[in-house]
């Protein structure tokens, strides 16, 4: 008895949506279509008022960037710059900003952005030690996540430009917040060679909650050089092996973006 | 440490790159006068040119075809860096500078004005589908064979080549950023054979060869003028033609919209009648706004072009569906018959084609033609899209056009050119005037005496029928046998086709209202189904103090409310 209610049921529901299916087609055929509308009006508004462009009021852009890190050797009773390896770190960050254009030459802004910072030490151990002296590690990272806010001031030097970033200078600072950071110890072979063993340690203590510096950028339009000089130091001295080791201050890469 | 040095490397690379970027500005630099310069047209200008200006009334030189004068191009070339060039209509050279040095220019007293040049062209080609279509190199496939027919023959190219219309004493210009293989390839066989390529120069180079590069020229020559297998690809078959490389269409800082300035010169004083570019200089310097036909130095150069008695037919662009939206110069400017997209798989404008009006409210596109073309790539056909390829159909159909009735002065072509227009005298912002029509010059319509729209006024509303005995339904984006959809080649279901009809233009009805400032205020397309119904209905008073105007088949209604 129940099944016949359900098939009943079933055939009085297609037989509903095949009526409706048929009535809408029916409608579909028998009226005339648009296949094309344009109000002049709202076109020209959409054309001629919009602020929002690269070089209009408002704009706002996305990029990705690549970056390593440097600094000039000091290493005395206050200070030592942490040796690290040229090609063995590296940062990529990926971001958005908003741009304020104050007139033809002047804009301001601010980016936000996710970065992953890795330093690889040239001297193994010197951070910290090494913790587990029966493996024989040959290379050991420092690694940083974090996410930050870069606000600038943009100069640009093209008389005549149309919507498009043109050539500029920025001046700015930045302020991170590194929520993730790592240490990573690695056996390999040689240069390129495969990875035998890695150790990694989570949730150091030994960085600070913030960073903050300087920036400054040479943008090619879409394509922009920049450097960043970071104020403050990464690490708490009384974490680590040597008070005073800082790492590398300089960050200086190139980003692409629109 | 070791690696400050890789850190100064980079430094020194990106100081040095800058620094050589602002030291080496580009600049025009316009002169006072021409005083006490001599001029011999007849030494200067090739025969045809004096032909060209004599035909039209038009007087052999004046103060614009004037050289420029060598004590002021040899002040300024003490101080600049490099002098690229020189137009002569401006009264103008083209310079490498440095500020210092430009500032310097500046304060020289045969110096008038200083413009920076910083631009970038955008060819009017989009989407690249460019696949080779090996259907086509063996001939075997009627589908493709029907695509290359139809992109002419949707304008009437049998009509013209029966009256031998092909171009025959014209001399067509092209403006592209290169044309590689055009010296080898069987498609402009023809055209080599009887030694009909005039001239060849290359304004980013500085010198004749132009047979390589960028193949965008290679393929909207082809839609000019080009063959397969003795299917004209374009109309202007017999015409003789000058090639101008004049963009590099590659990424870099300047470009060569001076390039485009120095060709129009170029294609005058060695007798051009008709100038084609598919090319467009939109966001990289200029805003919307400034697409009136008077800011930019391109647009100004075309119309200029247009008072020496050359047609300059230039596409509309590609901004259709992007951000820019509405023509590019030189399109922008008066003169200039600019050419949209015409979607043949829908029978009407194309997506991506630019819209008008110009900035300053002018009617543009003047025409439309088929967008996406069969063309002669650089190794082979292609199947490919763009305005660029409409603007050489035209370029080809106005030539051969005057070719055949060259009592006709340039802005006389140009209005023949709209009133061949399949919507003619009905216009919108899309289409202008609709697809140029041979027809237009042959047959002699007689009115029927009876205008199939219907218009009903009621006392708050407006209705729009169409005569019943008129009435065409419309089903498809476009009839393919009987019924049904015409696709796309990159669609399965036409790769199944193994015949395909010529394309036709769909009969939709278009209208649009027009405010008391001879702006539209909006336009319509509308495909009919149900000739039982009304085709539209409009509120009285949103309509009142416009007119109106309906359009369906070759006929025209046209009220002020």
């Given at each position: 008895?129940k099944?016949n209610?359900?098939?009943?049921k079933?055939?009085?529901?297609?037989?509903?949506?095949?009526?409706?299916?048929?009535?809408?087609?029916?409608q579909?055929?028998s009226?005339?279509v648009?296949v094309m509308s344009?109000?002049?009006?709202k076109?020209n508004?959409?054309?001629y008022?919009?602020?929002?462009g690269p070089?209009?009021?408002h704009?706002?852009g996305?990029y990705i960037s690549?970056?390593?890190?440097?600094?000039?050797?000091?290493?005395?009773?206050?200070?030592?710059?942490?040796d690290?390896e040229f090609?063995g770190g590296g940062?990529?960050d990926i971001?958005?900003?908003?741009?304020?254009?104050?007139?033809?030459?002047?804009?301001?802004?601010?980016?936000?952005y996710f970065?992953?910072?890795?330093?690889?030490?040239?001297e193994?151990?010197s951070?910290t030690?090494?913790?587990?002296?029966?493996?024989d590690f040959?290379?050991?990272?420092?690694?940083?996540?974090r996410?930050?806010i870069?606000?600038?001031f943009?100069?640009?030097v093209?008389?005549?430009?149309g919507?498009?970033?043109?050539?500029?200078?920025?001046?700015?600072?930045?302020v991170?917040?590194?929520?993730?950071e790592?240490?990573?110890?690695?056996?390999?072979?040689g240069?390129f060679?495969?990875?035998k063993?890695?150790?990694?340690v989570?949730e150091?203590?030994?960085?600070?909650?913030?960073?903050?510096?300087?920036?400054?950028?040479l943008g090619?339009?879409?394509i922009?050089?920049?450097?960043?000089f970071?104020?403050?130091?990464l690490?708490?001295d009384?974490?680590?092996n040597?008070p005073?080791?800082?790492?590398?201050?300089?960050?200086?890469?190139?980003r692409i973006?629109? | 440490m070791?690696?400050?040095k890789?850190?100064?490397?980079?430094?020194?690379?990106?100081l040095?790159?800058?620094?050589?970027?602002?030291?080496?500005?580009?600049?025009?630099?316009?002169f006072?006068?021409?005083?006490?310069v001599e001029?011999?047209?007849?030494?200067?200008?090739?025969?045809?040119a004096i032909?060209?200006?004599?035909k039209q009334?038009l007087?052999?030189?004046d103060?614009?075809?004037?050289?420029?004068?060598?004590?002021y191009?040899s002040?300024?070339e003490?101080?600049?860096d490099s002098?690229?060039?020189?137009?002569?209509?401006?009264n103008?050279?083209?310079?490498?500078a440095s500020e210092?040095?430009?500032d310097?220019?500046?304060?020289?007293p045969?110096v008038k004005?200083i413009?920076?040049?910083?631009s970038?062209?955008q060819?009017?080609?989009?989407?690249?589908?460019d696949?080779?279509?090996e259907?086509?190199?063996?001939g075997?496939?009627?589908?493709?064979?029907?695509?290359?027919?139809?992109?002419?023959?949707?304008?009437?190219?049998?009509?013209?080549?029966e009256?031998?219309?092909k171009?025959?004493?014209?001399?067509?210009?092209?403006?592209?950023?290169?044309?590689?293989?055009?010296d080898?390839?069987?498609?402009?066989?023809?055209?080599?054979?009887r030694?009909?390529?005039k001239?060849?120069?290359?304004?980013v180079?500085?010198?004749?060869?132009?047979?390589?590069?960028?193949a965008?020229?290679?393929m909207?020559?082809?839609c000019?003028?080009?063959?397969?297998?003795?299917?004209?690809?374009?109309f202007?078959t017999?015409a003789?033609?000058?090639l101008a490389?004049?963009?590099?269409?590659?990424f870099?800082k300047?470009s060569?919209?001076?390039?485009?300035?120095?060709a129009?010169?170029?294609?005058?004083?060695n007798?051009?009648?008709v100038?084609?570019?598919?090319?467009g200089?939109?966001?990289?310097r200029y805003?919307?706004?400034?697409?009136?036909?008077?800011s930019?130095l391109?647009?100004?150069?075309?119309n200029k072009?247009?008072?020496?008695g050359?047609l300059v037919?230039?596409s509309?662009?590609?901004?259709g569906?992007?951000?820019?939206?509405?023509i590019?110069?030189?399109?922008?400017?008066?003169s200039v018959?600019?050419?949209g997209?015409?979607?043949?798989?829908?029978?009407?404008?194309?997506?991506?084609g630019s819209?008008g009006?110009t900035?300053?409210?002018?009617?543009?596109p003047?025409?439309t033609?088929?967008s996406s073309?069969?063309a002669?790539?650089?190794?082979?056909y292609?199947?490919t899209?763009?305005?660029?390829?409409s603007?050489?159909l035209?370029?080809?159909?106005?030539?051969?056009?005057?070719g055949?009735?060259?009592?006709?002065k340039?802005?006389?072509?140009?209005?023949?050119?709209?009133?061949s227009?399949?919507l003619?005298p009905?216009?919108?912002?899309?289409?202008?005037?609709?697809?140029?029509?041979?027809?237009?010059?042959f047959?002699?319509?007689?009115?029927?005496g009876?205008?199939?729209?219907?218009?009903v006024?009621g006392?708050?509303e407006v209705?729009?029928?169409i005569?019943?005995?008129?009435?065409v339904?419309?089903f498809?984006?476009?009839?393919i046998?009987?019924?049904?959809?015409?696709?796309?080649?990159?669609?399965s279901?036409?790769?199944?086709?193994?015949?395909?009809?010529?394309?036709?233009?769909?009969?939709?009805?278009y209208?649009?209202?027009?405010?008391?400032?001879?702006?539209?205020r909006?336009?319509h397309?509308?495909q009919?189904?149900?000739p039982?119904?009304?085709?539209?209905?409009?509120?009285?008073a949103?309509?009142?103090?416009k007119i109106?105007?309906?359009?369906?088949r070759?006929n025209?209604?046209?009220?002020?409310f």
């Amino acid at each position: 008895m129940k099944n016949n209610f359900s098939m009943k049921k079933s055939i009085y529901i297609f037989v509903l949506l095949a009526s409706i299916n048929s009535f809408l087609l029916n409608q579909k055929l028998s009226a005339q279509v648009s296949v094309m509308s344009v109000d002049v009006q709202k076109q020209n508004i959409r054309i001629y008022k919009n602020d929002f462009g690269p070089n209009k009021t408002h704009y706002v852009g996305g990029y990705i960037s690549f970056a390593f890190a440097f600094d000039a050797p000091i290493d005395n009773e206050y200070e030592k710059v942490i040796d690290t390896e040229f090609w063995g770190g590296g940062s990529f960050d990926i971001g958005m900003y908003y741009k304020f254009k104050l007139n033809h030459f002047f804009a301001l802004g601010s980016d936000l952005y996710f970065s992953s910072q890795s330093y690889r030490l040239g001297e193994l151990g010197s951070v910290t030690p090494i913790p587990i002296t029966s493996i024989d590690f040959n290379r050991e990272w420092f690694s940083v996540n974090r996410f930050g806010i870069a606000p600038w001031f943009r100069i640009n030097v093209n008389k005549r430009r149309g919507n498009h970033l043109g050539n500029f200078i920025d001046l700015g600072g930045f302020v991170n917040w590194n929520f993730a950071e790592s240490q990573r110890y690695a056996v390999h072979e040689g240069a390129f060679s495969t990875r035998k063993a890695d150790l990694i340690v989570r949730e150091l203590d030994m960085f600070n909650d913030y960073d903050y510096g300087f920036l400054f950028r040479l943008g090619l339009n879409k394509i922009v050089f920049f450097s960043e000089f970071r104020w403050n130091n990464l690490l708490i001295d009384e974490s680590i092996n040597t008070p005073g080791s800082i790492f590398p201050r300089f960050r200086t890469g190139i980003r692409i973006g629109s | 440490m070791k690696h400050i040095k890789y850190v100064a490397l980079l430094i020194f690379a990106i100081l040095y790159f800058e620094g050589n970027t602002q030291e080496m500005n580009k600049y025009w630099v316009f002169f006072t006068d021409k005083e006490g310069v001599e001029f011999d047209p007849y030494a200067y200008f090739d025969p045809l040119a004096i032909e060209r200006r004599k035909k039209q009334n038009l007087p052999l030189y004046d103060n614009s075809d004037l050289p420029l004068r060598e004590d002021y191009i040899s002040f300024v070339e003490n101080v600049v860096d490099s002098i690229k060039g020189h137009s002569r209509w401006f009264n103008a050279i083209c310079v490498f500078a440095s500020e210092e040095q430009i500032d310097k220019v500046k304060n020289l007293p045969c110096v008038k004005e200083i413009e920076s040049i910083e631009s970038n062209v955008q060819l009017a080609h989009r989407n690249e589908v460019d696949h080779l279509l090996e259907a086509l190199d063996n001939g075997t496939n009627n589908a493709y064979i029907n695509l290359v027919k139809s992109q002419t023959e949707l304008m009437g190219i049998s009509k013209m080549r029966e009256n031998n219309w092909k171009g025959k004493g014209m001399r067509i210009a092209i403006f592209d950023a290169g044309f590689p293989n055009v010296d080898i390839l069987d498609a402009f066989e023809h055209i080599r054979e009887r030694n009909g390529i005039k001239a060849t120069f290359d304004f980013v180079k500085n010198n004749p060869e132009v047979y390589r590069f960028n193949a965008h020229g290679t393929m909207t020559f082809s839609c000019v003028a080009g063959m397969y297998k003795g299917i004209p690809m374009g109309f202007a078959t017999d015409a003789e033609f000058l090639l101008a490389r004049t963009e590099r269409a590659t990424f870099e800082k300047f470009s060569e919209e001076e390039g485009w300035v120095m060709a129009a010169e170029w294609a005058d004083k060695n007798g051009a009648h008709v100038i084609n570019s598919s090319l467009g200089y939109t966001n990289k310097r200029y805003f919307q706004n400034q697409m009136d036909g008077k800011s930019s130095l391109v647009s100004r150069a075309a119309n200029k072009a247009a008072k020496k008695g050359m047609l300059v037919v230039n596409s509309a662009g590609n901004e259709g569906s992007g951000d820019w939206k509405i023509i590019g110069a030189p399109a922008d400017a008066d003169s200039v018959l600019t050419v949209g997209g015409f979607n043949p798989w829908t029978g009407m404008h194309t997506e991506f084609g630019s819209y008008g009006p110009t900035a300053d409210g002018r009617m543009k596109p003047n025409v439309t033609a088929v967008s996406s073309v069969i063309a002669q790539g650089k190794n082979g056909y292609e199947s490919t899209q763009g305005t660029s390829f409409s603007s050489p159909l035209v370029a080809g159909f106005a030539a051969a056009f005057w070719g055949a009735n060259q009592e006709l002065k340039v802005m006389e072509v140009f209005d023949e050119m709209c009133k061949s227009g399949h919507l003619f005298p009905y216009f919108d912002y899309a289409h202008g005037f609709g697809v140029p029509q041979a027809a237009a010059f042959f047959d002699t319509i007689a009115p029927s005496g009876e205008n199939p729209i219907h218009i009903v006024e009621g006392e708050d509303e407006v209705f729009a029928y169409i005569l019943p005995n008129y009435f065409v339904p419309h089903f498809g984006t476009f009839n393919i046998e009987g019924g049904g959809y015409f696709k796309h080649p990159d669609d399965s279901e036409y790769r199944t086709h193994s015949s395909v009809p010529l394309m036709e233009i769909p009969p939709f009805f278009y209208w649009h209202t027009e405010s008391k400032d001879h702006q539209l205020r909006e336009y319509h397309v509308i495909q009919l189904r149900n000739p039982d119904e009304y085709i539209m209905k409009w509120d009285k008073a949103k309509i009142k103090g416009k007119i109106l105007r309906c359009y369906y088949r070759g006929n025209m209604y046209e009220k002020q409310f």
